[in-house]
């Protein structure tokens, strides 16, 4: 495993969305996001307190800090993480920005490092969600510090984007390529228009796609585990962004941690 650098936060640092299908921009009617009830929430801190769960932490405090990180503690509160909804970038009817892709809980080393654990669904786990995945620092509890009342925290994983999204709109709270003024607010339908300008011609059977475009993942779906691989890939916005889409990719696979 290699060496792990949290700057980068949950989904791949540049994936291009694969399932997003052109569509006129018509998002000012967009359904509000699905919420965590309070018991799934409270299952998925229950995951993140298993002795699997908390061994991966100390794999991603090892490789973080080269030293046994001393004992582990959590937060117990879990913080949504929510990612761009392929069917709002298509504009299909009432369809969220955001779908919900794991509820992150925050732990901590003796040291004082912070390391990050997601969980997600799993029907197979006892409580109903495993941790699937740990990464270091604690960007998503950051993140939703910030957040305006009634707002969640999405995840644009093609720009590593980090939005407030409220029912009325988003505003960015940070990015590694970002497209928009950090803390300025867009309209829901506006950033309806910007995703799908950016996304619609990436999907499957695309002329880009058959020119040999990279990075054609399900970004939504469920991260495979401690034995699953991230496959990343870049967006082609012109030769300086794929340069740098492409240190960007770099850099996320160092952050991700899969112990086995």
Known sequence: ????????????????????????????????????????????????????????????????????????????????????????????????????????????????????????????????????????????EALSARLRPGSVLLNEPQINGWYDLGRDGVVLLQASLPQSPVGQFMPIAEYQQQVHSRYADKQPGSVYQRGGGLGFKQTLQRDTGPAGSLVVGLIVLGSAVVLGGAFLGWRWRKRRISPK
């Open 1 to 140: 495993m290699g060496e792990i650098c949290r700057k980068f936060a949950a989904g791949a640092a540049i994936a291009v969305a694969a399932l997003l299908s052109a569509g006129p921009a018509e998002a000012a009617g967009a359904s509000w996001v699905a919420p965590p009830s309070e018991q799934d929430v409270a299952a998925a801190v229950k995951a993140a307190e298993t002795t699997r769960a908390i061994s991966f932490a100390k794999s991603n405090f090892r490789q973080v800090g080269h030293a046994d990180p001393g004992r582990i503690t959590l937060e117990h509160k879990g913080f949504p993480v929510y990612t761009l909804n392929p069917d709002f970038v298509a504009d299909k009817p009432g369809a969220p920005a955001g779908v919900l892709r794991a509820i992150a809980v925050t732990a901590t080393a003796a040291t004082g490092a912070k390391a990050t654990l997601r969980a997600a669904p799993d029907h197979a786990a006892p409580t109903g969600w495993s941790v699937g995945n740990v990464l270091s620092g604690n960007d998503e």
